[in-house]
């Protein structure tokens, strides 16, 4: 990663996010966001939908009204590229995306998106300039905000908690992703894991990532964690592999991988604690593999509930390929740049060879 994450390049300046929201219509208070659901929002039907002026005349898969308890679709922000502050507002406001992840990594300066002719929008940043943003609406097709590798913890507090209520604002449940193993590693872990939480709580997060794939913890004590979440009244999402090792790009695995027998035996036991959904990591299934590992996929969705369960997907072949294998009610996490193609490829109006025309529903 060439560059790390810092709150100028995000708009942090004096007059900061708000500063920014001031340019546009004014929002109703934030509202208390709810775990792997969201609440519903008033923006108007997409053209597929509407029947009467718009393409809803073309045949496409239904998608259930947010709340979703399947079919959810969680977005990683930027992991290589930060945001300008206008390109998360409209992401959020203007086009009501509801999930959104940051990173840490390069700039971007494209102006976001090249999509909409129609009327774009035109706001002021953080110094006062006029930005164009073209970013294509996206609607209701994202369920999940989710921070990448402490990126966070890089940001001035303010800054920081006027993205979450913005996010809160338009029914978006915000994830710290993974961090917790860093914080594992201190030598006072259970006092430096009650901060972590505290903090997190006065912020405005609700959901806390529990992943272990550099460290080797036990069980129970993993169990443990997911407890300590639920007392703060946050909710814990494990991410759970085969791979030791797994997270952070990891260039090469170097280590056998785990029985899937043991990643199952695991997911049940988080079930049975409570906890409303699983993360699956891609890496030693479909990630950094010569061929893939289906046959993991298949045993983790045979024996564990699938609305449950939500894979790593973040490459279009990936995906492609979970669409096609178990419908368009598969939970998918996914790089915000690939949104666009994979929401068209659940409402079925486009895709590859193999799926273009095939993926269906009936919902009568």
């Not at 519903?40 to 947010?66: E, Y």
């Not at 164009?132 to 507090?157: P, W, Y």
Request: glycine letters at 10%; proline letters at 6%.
């Amino acid at each position: 990663m060439s560059k790390i994450l810092s709150t100028p390049m995000l708009g942090a300046s004096s007059r900061g996010l708000k500063g920014v929201l001031s340019q546009r219509a004014q929002i109703t208070a934030p509202s208390q966001a709810r775990w792997l659901s969201t609440k519903q929002t008033s923006a108007g039907a997409s053209l597929l939908q509407d029947k009467k002026n718009g393409f809803g005349f073309a045949r496409s898969n239904p998608r259930p009204a947010k709340p979703r308890a399947k079919g959810v679709t969680e977005i990683r922000g930027p992991y290589y590229s930060v945001i300008p502050p206008f390109y998360m507002i409209h992401f959020f406001s203007r086009y009501n995306l509801t999930g959104f992840s940051i990173g840490y990594g390069q700039a971007i300066s494209r102006r976001c998106a090249r999509n909409v002719k129609h009327h774009p929008p035109r706001i002021q940043d953080g110094r006062g300039r006029s930005e164009t943003n073209k970013i294509s609406r996206m609607g209701q097709h994202v369920d999940g905000l989710k921070f990448a590798g402490g990126s966070f913890s890089l940001f001035e507090e303010k800054p920081l908690r006027e993205l979450l209520d913005l996010a809160h604002e338009h029914g978006v449940y915000v994830s710290t992703g993974g961090w917790a193993e860093h914080l594992l590693t201190h030598p006072d872990p259970d006092h430096a894991f009650d901060r972590y939480l505290s903090k997190c709580k006065d912020l405005g997060f609700d959901v806390i990532e529990l992943s272990s794939g550099f460290l080797s913890l036990p069980d129970d004590d993993w169990l443990r964690l997911a407890d300590k979440v639920h007392s703060y009244k946050l909710e814990p999402k494990p991410e759970l592999g085969i791979q030791f090792g797994a997270g952070g790009d990891t260039p090469s695995l170097s280590v056998a991988p785990s029985d899937p027998k043991k990643l199952i035996s695991m997911g049940q036991k988080f079930i049975n604690a409570g906890v409303k959904r699983l993360m699956i990591e891609s890496e030693g299934i479909t990630e950094n593999m010569d061929s893939w590992r289906t046959d993991v996929v298949s045993q983790i969705m045979n024996e564990l509930p699938p609305e449950k369960v939500m894979f790593e997907a973040a490459d279009p072949k990936v995906f492609n390929w979970y669409i096609r294998e178990f419908g368009i009610d598969v939970n998918l996490f996914v790089d915000h740049s690939q949104i666009v193609q994979l929401s068209c490829l659940r409402s079925g109006i486009w895709g590859t060879a193999d799926t273009w025309g095939k993926v269906v529903s009936f919902r009568p």
